[in-house]
């Protein structure tokens, strides 16, 4: 052979982020990579500061999962859906809701 690779598993873990009350369903990075937005089984958002890893706020609104986040190309506001048919947008500065929730999907989003 002209080449040897070995494949070792890797199970190295930098770190936990303490806080979700339930399973953590999403997860966003934000376009500077400096936040990261999880959303929960708890109905719940939370941003958090990446170098710290330190949360940074608690966004609620969603009244059951929130199975899906994205930040916007700017960083400069969030979304998520979850299983209560909304979605909704987040200002990730206040962790406020901005706006209403956005209302019309008969399923979950």
Known sequence: PQATFRVSEVTR????????????????????????????GDATLRFWEV???????TCR????????CAFSPDGLLAASGSMDKDARVWDPKTAQGVGKPLKGHTKWI
Request: proline fraction near 7%; charge should be negative.
């Open 61 to 68: 609104g969603h009244t059951n999962w929130v199975l899906c």
């Open 13 to 40: 873990c930098s770190g936990t982020l303490p806080g979700h009350t339930e399973a953590i369903l999403c997860v966003a990075f934000s376009p500077d990579c400096k936040q990261l937005l999880t959303g929960s």
């Open 51 to 57: 170098f710290t890893e330190g949360p940074t706020g």
